[in-house]
């Protein structure tokens, strides 16, 4: 099932203020909506969307775009899930519906006629920050990665019973159960270089969560963008690059 492309969307204080917190992380302008109070950025396979009073409801929301919307819904439906807001339909073409996972994580799958997955115009710096993943924080991992498989993606074979990684095409979400910290939706850049990325954020005068380190195990470090928000860097010696590709067999890169 063709979910679409993902952009994890924020409820913003000041569109401004926040979109030039991520463009000194070397996130790049897609494109400005809504007279000016929403922004879209990209830093490789991440895409941020961002809203001043535009999201409703007004808080953090995973939205799927231009895929195979009532499909979606209509595998929902018939396995009992509730829906915030029930599919809608019209004679252009267009479709969306509004859903919580079992977590309370808002979904949002929408189909708008024109609307292309447009591209950053100017370069991405030369900056290693790895590979992206959205990272939430679940009670019951099966019971969450069930729904999303729902969606259309795949659970990755994993170890440990508490952590489910998902994929849908070049979309990468894991579940965690009582690792995150702070235990809320998380921007995650793995197996980058640490180092690179710290020296940007001294340099830019960005605000840490949690300081640089480095142990046996690989280094990290987090920031928190103008809204609180986490953004979390981490390298692990025991991952390799084959841990982060989709199930179609690309790259997320």
Known sequence: M????????????????????YEKLGFRLVGVDDAGMSATLQAGDCRLAIYQGVLRPSETQLIFWQ?????????????????????????RGEASFMVRDPDGQLIFVIRERGVTRKQAEAPAPDLNRGFFQVS????????????????????????DPRVAPLT??????????????????????????IDQVAALARREGLRFYREPGRDQAGAGMMLTDPDGRPV????????SAADFVSETGEMLA
Request: charged share 25%.
């Open 168 to 193: 849908n095409g070049d979309c990468r979400i894991c579940l965690y159960q009582g690792y995150l910290d702070p235990d809320e939706l998380q921007l995650n850049f793995w197996q980058g270089d």
């Open 2 to 21: 063709n979910l679409g492309w993902l952009e994890t969307s924020f409820d913003v204080a000041d569109v401004g203020v926040t979109r030039a917190f």
């Open 136 to 159: 939430l924080p679940v009670k019951d991992p099966d019971r969450t990665a069930a729904f999303y498989e729902l969606l259309g993606f795949r659970r990755k074979a994993n170890d």
């Open 232 to 239: 979390f860097f981490i390298n692990m010696n025991k991952y």
């Open 67 to 91: 895929g195979d919307v009532e499909a979606c819904a209509e595998a929902l439906g018939a396995n009992g899930v509730a829906f915030v807001k029930t599919l809608e339909t019209n004679d």
